[in-house]
C-alpha cells in the first residue's frame, strides 16, 4: 500500500470515528438535557403562603419537563437582611444558574444581587420585589390591592368612621407598597380614624392576638383593613357577640369561608378579599424556566401578576378540593385556616393542582406548558421596584372599585 493510500485511508477512518462521535454526542444530549441548578431563597417563613409559594415552585421543577432539567435547592434565611446576603453569596459560589427569591428588603441585598448578575446569574424575585435594575421582579404588589382595599373600605363606610390597620412584615416592599396605597385613599377622606396600628406579620395567628388587643381598646371600631393574615382577624371580630364590621382582607382560607358563614353574614360581615396570591411564585419560576432555556428573550424588567379581587358575593367552594369552574375556597377540613386559596391560575399555572400547594407534588398527567407571550409591564414605583426613577402620576389609580363617597 502506498503511502498516499495509507494517508487516505487514515483520514477516512478518523472522519468516521468523528461522525460517529457527534452522532453519539448528539444522542446524549437528547437523553440528558442540560440540568440548570436552581436556588430557592426564602427570607420571612413563618406562614401558611411562604409554605405554598415553595411547595408550587417544587412541584413545577417536578413537573415534565422541567423534572429532568432542574436541580432546585431550597435555602430558608429568614427576617435578617444581612443572613439572605450570605445565603445569596454561597449560591453564587456554588454556580447557580438561577435563583428565585422572596427579598427580606427592597434596597439591602442589591450589591449581592448586582455581583450575581455580573456572574451570568439569573434573579427572579417573586411578590416582594427589589430595586437592582438587573433583577427580575414578578410581583402583584404594583396592581393596586392597598388604595382599592382601602377604598372599597371607605365605600361601605360612608366616608366616617374608626378603623384598624393591620400590617405585614416590616421593611418589605410588599408592606410598604400596601401601605402607601392605603394611606393615600384614607388621607383623603377626614371623617376616616385609623386608631390602631399594628404588625400582624402576615399571620393568622399574630393577627387575631393583636386585633383582639386593639378591639379592647377601641370596641366602637367601624372597620379593619388588613395584610395576610386576615383569617385570623375575622376570629378575633367574630369572637366578640353581636354585629361584625367590614373587613378588607387578602386570601386566607379561612377569611374567605367566613362570607359563606349565614351567621356572619347575618350579623354584618362584609368586606372583599383581595391581594397575595401564592401562584406569583410559580409565574415567577417558569419565566425564569424560559428565559434560562432561551425559550423566551426578556431582558430584566418589573412584571404584573394580576391582582385578585374577590367580593363577598363572588366566594365560590371548590368541591371535594378540585379546582373547577372558577371556584376560590377551599372546604375547612382539607386546608389549614391560614391557607392562601389563590394558587391556581388558567392561563399562567394551569399545571397546580391543591396537592401541589399542600405537599409540593407534581399534578399526574401533567406537563410544563408554555406561558402567554406577552407580559404585563409593572409601572415604576420608587424604592419598590426601581431606583432614582420617576413614579406615575396616577401610582395609586384605582383599578377594582370607584369611589362612592366624594373625598
Known amino acids: 500500500m ?26 446524549h444530549a437528547d437523553e440528558a438535557p442540560k440540568k440548570y441548578k436552581i436556588f430557592l431563597s426564602l427570607s420571612y417563613s413563618g406562614n401558611n403562603w411562604m409554605s405554598e409559594t415553595a411547595n408550587i415552585i417544587k412541584s413545577l421543577a417536578k413537573t415534565p419537563p422541567y423534572d429532568k432539567m432542574v436541580d432546585l435547592t431550597e435555602v430558608i434565611s429568614g427576617t435578617d437582611p444581612q ?16 435563583i428565585i427569591s422572596f427579598p427580606i428588603s427592597p434596597t439591602a441585598l442589591n450589591r449581592v444581587i448586582r455581583r450575581g448578575c455580573s456572574q451570568g446569574v439569573k434573579f ?22 392597598g388604595e382599592n ?32 396605597g392605603a394611606m393615600h385613599i384614607f388621607k383623603q377622606y377626614p371623617g376616616i380614624q385609623i386608631v390602631s396600628e399594628y404588625y400582624g406579620y402576615w399571620d393568622d395567628r399574630i393577627s387575631q392576638r393583636e386585633t383582639a388587643k386593639a378591639l379592647a381598646a377601641h370596641p366602637d371600631v367601624n372597620g379593619i383593613w388588613s395584610e395576610l393574615g386576615e383569617a385570623g382577624v375575622l376570629n378575633a371580630v367574630a369572637d366578640r357577640k353581636g354585629k361584625m364590621i367590614p373587613i378588607m382582607g387578602e386570601n386566607m382560607n379561612g377569611f374567605r369561608l367566613g362570607f359563606l358563614n349565614a351567621d356572619y353574614r347575618k350579623r354584618g360581615l362584609s368586606g372583599v378579599s383581595a391581594g397575595s396570591p401564592p401562584a406569583t411564585a410559580g409565574y415567577a419560576f417558569k419565566l425564569m424556566m424560559e428565559v434560562l432555556t432561551g425559550k423566551r428573550n426578556l431582558p430584566p424588567t418589573n412584571i404584573e401578576y394580576p391582582l385578585p379581587w374577590v367580593t363577598a358575593d363572588q366566594v365560590k367552594m371548590c368541591q371535594d378540593g378540585k379546582i373547577t369552574e372558577g371556584c376560590n375556597v377551599f372546604p375547612a377540613n382539607m386546608v389549614p385556616e391560614g391557607f392562601s386559596a389563590e394558587i391556581y391560575n388558567p392561563v399562567y399555572l394551569p399545571e397546580v393542582s391543591l396537592d401541589s400547594a ?12 408554555p406561558l402567554p407571550a406577552a407580559i404585563v409591564k409593572a409601572a415604576d414605583e420608587p424604592g419598590i421596584n426601581c431606583d432614582r426613577c420617576q413614579a406615575a ?3 395609586y389609580k384605582l383599578t377594582k372599585v370607584k369611589p362612592t363617597v366624594t373625598p
Open 2 to 27: 502506498s503511502f498516499q493510500t495509507r494517508v487516505k485511508k487514515y483520514a477516512a477512518l478518523a472522519c468516521a470515528c468523528m461522525l460517529m462521535a457527534g452522532t453519539i454526542s448528539a444522542v
Open 83 to 98: 443572613a439572605q446576603i450570605s445565603a445569596y453569596e454561597s449560591m453564587i459560589a456554588a454556580k447557580a444558574d438561577g
Open 124 to 145: 427572579f424575585m417573586f411578590d416582594s420585589t427589589v430595586t437592582e435594575k438587573c433583577a427580575y421582579n414578578v410581583s402583584y404588589i404594583s396592581a393596586g390591592a
Open 149 to 180: 382595599m382601602a377604598q372599597e373600605l371607605v365605600n361601605e363606610l360612608g366616608g366616617k368612621g374608626k378603623i384598624f390597620m393591620n400590617r405585614g412584615v416590616p421593611g418589605t416592599s410588599v408592606d410598604k407598597r400596601h401601605y402607601d
Open 358 to 369: 399542600l405537599k409540593g407534588i407534581p399534578t399526574p398527567g401533567t406537563t410544563i406548558q
Open 393 to 395: 402620576p396616577d401610582e
